[in-house]
């Protein structure tokens, strides 16, 4: 099992940038696929960007996103972080960290195929 606590967001302004941090505890962290998502006012619950097991060979973003996120980890810290550049009001969402045991060589997206997930850090992109 693995807990997991988002860190990083907070106020920025259209064209600025932020980094998530999502912070593991528990064992094996680089077993786990990873993976953000993100929760707008009103909307459901979507996919951002995703990255495989140990050294992270595969990444996938959201159309959305692509180009202007960055999904990366380090298991010796035990974290997993995003990059977030050029933000958009549209951006404006609870951001979650979640992590995935089954299949994590393979890139999957989908909210249901992840098991473990943190509470969630809010971002706001004012225009």
């Known amino acids: 099992q693995v807990q997991l606590v988002e860190s990083g967001g907070g106020l920025v302004q259209a064209g600025g940038s932020l980094r998530l941090s999502c912070a593991a505890s528990g064992r094996n962290f680089g077993r786990y696929a990873m993976g953000w998502f993100r929760q707008g006012p009103g909307k459901e619950r979507e996919f951002v960007a995703t990255?495989?097991?140990?050294?992270?060979?595969?990444?996938a973003y959201a159309d959305s996103v692509k180009g202007r996120f960055t999904i990366s980890r380090d298991n010796v810290q035990n974290s997993l972080y995003l990059q977030m550049n050029s933000l958009k009001p549209e951006d404006t969402a609870v951001y979650y960290c979640?992590?995935?045991?089954?299949?994590?060589?393979?890139?999957?997206?989908?909210?249901?195929?992840?098991?473990?997930w943190g509470q969630g850090t809010q971002v706001t992109v004012s225009s």
């Open positions: 979640a992590a995935r045991r089954t299949d994590p060589s393979n890139i999957v997206v989908t909210t249901t195929a992840f098991d473990y």
């Open positions: 990255i495989t097991w140990w050294s992270g060979e595969s990444t």
